[in-house]
């Protein structure tokens, strides 16, 4: 929701103040636990809206996302590195995949990198279930907790702050580019790719600038995901936990680039926690929610409470 | 590798090749014409394998049964185009999205109708032919008999007088309209022909492989690779590609073994590279 000039700052000073006494006020540990999953699946969720927002919609967010979290806990399992080296590099060795898988997808046009996702997708799952060196269809367990000096990362609250950093750090990330340049070429791009490149925005240039951005915090959010429950699986990081992400922006608002991830993040890791079905027909259940919120739901949570769909933060 | 092996295998490769063909060309016939991405498309498939081994197992002829099967999930195709994809027309990520909610359906559905257990149809021809000392089934040359019989019903339907309204609106929508067709019914017949498609290629599949609720989630990564390299919305391209895929699928498989899907990726990515648009595609200029 964008708020009048004046109202931001204190907003945001008192969502703040909220954020940072929650685990004081909420005692239920369940609840944390997808309060923090729904934090890092917001920065994923993210980087899915700055890359729809420039006509490039993937279904293998998930896959970034787990390859962040691969690198992370093959670097802390097999060499040792400790969480605060490993964090950088799974950002960094996504965002390099991210850039040479990039050369090859984005020059296609938004159709074939849409279905090239769906590819990718599937089979970064099946490529990590066949490599031996990463534990196969088991995945790697036993990744080491964060720590600094003696004090180890255990409890959910400690848990907590680190997500909260972490969202924090990708919210400026993504808001800085927003209002940069770049997000000014971005907009441009997202109202009329001819007329972008009509007046020389380099467009493949810019959509580069914010697939290998999305990759980055997806890196991120993978490593702490990781280090949070210590244990991956590539089931895990397969095409329908990006339908879900994907959808997680759906439900926050697609136009909203920064509040509706974590709106609609937080709603859809929440939500069916209470709403626990006969598992039989789980499926049959998602997949008809899905179909609904796409026909009668278009403009999310936050589009109730604006009209116009162009932009905002 | 013996002469014997290689002709095996080549035969294997032509086979899968062709029912690669038949779900390819419905997909790119849906796009081409409808711009509708059906990401259910492979599951559609998975559905024209359960009703074919239903029908034939409970004992109607094959070849009734074979179009019965088509029938049933172009019917099936229409439905979904009138419920799902026509409401979400040109909104591509929620159309995207509702189609793979509805593969999940389809393939729950099965589950819980079917069972989870594979189920085995038996292959209507019996035999071999015997050339020399190699082998070949009479059932993998009728799986490719029966794929050029489609594509050549598919291409002289295309040559009638619908099917050119239907290649009228695929290559200029606004144009087409201004001759009296009507967009809205070609885009659902589109949607009913590639539905068909892929129903016969999942009828004709049933007796070689046998049919899983999950069939459709393999053959979705090998349909969008073939319909990415040739081009999308080419049927020539697809059929060509779709051949080649099949015949690299099954001599990769026989020196690779699972992992030939990362070869066909290798592929896949070098074509792209050199050929961003497809080999056979246009250059769109609204898919930038």
Redesign the interface.
Known sequence: MRLSGHLKIPSLMLAGVILIFLPFVIKNQHLMHIIILASLESIVVMGFVAQ?NLKL?T?CTAAFWGMGAYISGFLSTKLGLSFWSCLPLAGIGTALFAFILG???I??????F???S??LG??FV??LG?MDIVGGWDGITGIPRPAIGTFVFVSKGAYYYLALGLTSLCAVIFAAFYKSAIGKAWTAINQS??LA?SVGIN?FKYRMIAYVAAAFTSGLSGSLYAHYLCFIAPHTFG??RS?YL??NA?VGG?YFFISGPIIGSIILRAVPEYLRITD?????F??????LI??FF?RGVLGFFRKSTLRGL | MSFTIFVQLLVNGLVMGSVYVLVATGFTVV?GTAKV?N?AHGHFYMLGAFIYGGLVMSGVHWAISLVLAGMAVGVFGLIAWHI?FK??YQ????????S??????M???I??TAGERDIIVPSVFKGVLEIGDITVPIEKLAIVAITFGVMLILHFFLRTKIGKALEATTIDRDAASLQGINPGRMFGLAMALGSVMAGIAGAVVVPYLTAQANMG?TI??IF??I??VAG?GSIKGAVIVGILFGLIKSIGYHFLG??D??LL?VI??IL??IK???IWGVE??R??
């Open positions: 729809h919609i279904f050369l090859i997808v020059r296609s046009g938004w159709v074939t849409l279905m090239i769906i590819v599937e089979v099946e490529a066949h790719p001819e490149a467009i095409i329908l339908l994907s959808i759906a697609l039989k027909y789980e499926p049959i998602e997949g008809a929610v899905i179909i796409a026909l278009r | 796009y991405m990401f799902i409401p979400l909104d591509v990520f929620l159309t995207v999205a509702a793979i909610g509805m593969g999940l359906i393939v729950q559905g589950i819980v989630n979705t990564l969008l690779c319909v990415v999308h699972s992992m899907i990362i990726m896949v990515a792209m590279y961003p648009w497809g769109f200029k898919t930038i």
